[in-house]
C-alpha cells in the first residue's frame, strides 16, 4: 500500500491504515518508508526515446542498441548505489561489457596484479529514469536527430507526451 502525502487528512489516513494492521504484527512484520515523492514517468516518453533511436539509427547505419548506449552514456543518468555512491564494474580486458551491462561507459584500464582491467561506470536503464531525467535524455536525443536531419515533435507536442517533464534551467 502507498500514500502520497498533500496535506493532514492524507496523514490521517495513514494513522487509521496503522491502526488498522497493528494487531497483524506480531504475526507479520511490516515495513514503513518515508521518501520524498517523485513524479513516475509514463512509457510513452521511453517510447519516443526509442522512435528516435531507431531513426538516427537508420540515419548513421548503427545498431539501434549501439546509439541507445551512446546517448544513454552521454546524457542519461549514472547509477548509485543505495548510499548514493556511482556504481562501476572493473572487468577483464577481455570480457565485453555491453554483454552484460545494457548503458556501461568506459572510464580507464587497470592493471591489477600483472592482469589488464576496464573500469566502466554504469549508467541507468531508461526504464528507471524519472521525468525530469528522461527529459534531458529525449531533450538531447531530439538535439542529435535534429543535427541529423531528422523529423522530430514540436515543443508543443512534447508538452503533451504522457511523463515528459520539461527540465527547468535555473
Not at 48 to 74: G, Q, W
Request: charged share 30%; net charge negative.
Amino acid at each position: 500500500m502507498e500514500f502520497i502525502l498533500k496535506n493532514n487528512a492524507d496523514l490521517l489516513n495513514v494513522q487509521e491504515t496503522l491502526y488498522k494492521v497493528a494487531p497483524e504484527l506480531k504475526e507479520h512484520p511490516y515495513v514503513c518508508e518515508i521518501k520524498p515523492y517523485v513524479k513516475k514517468r509514463s512509457l510513452d516518453a521511453n517510447a519516443y526515446f526509442h522512435v528516435l533511436c531507431d531513426a538516427i539509427s537508420k540515419a548513421t547505419k548503427r545498431t539501434p542498441m549501439e546509439i541507445k548506449r551512446e546517448l544513454n552514456t552521454t546524457y542519461g543518468t549514472p547509477a548509485k548505489d543505495a548510499d548514493g555512491q556511482y556504481v562501476g564494474v572493473i572487468l577483464p580486458k577481455n570480457v565485453k561489457a555491453e554483454q552484460l551491462l545494457d548503458y556501461p561507459l568506459w572510464i580507464k584500464e587497470k592493471d591489477i596484479d600483472g592482469k589488464k582491467f576496464n573500469c566502466y561506470l554504469v549508467y541507468k536503464p531508461t526504464h528507471e529514469l524519472n521525468s525530469k531525467e528522461m527529459a534531458h535524455l529525449i531533450d538531447m536525443t531530439i538535439h542529435e536527430a535534429q543535427q541529423l536531419g531528422i523529423e522530430t515533435k514540436t515543443p508543443a507536442e512534447l508538452a503533451e507526451l504522457d511523463g515528459y517533464e520539461k527540465a527547468v534551467e535555473k
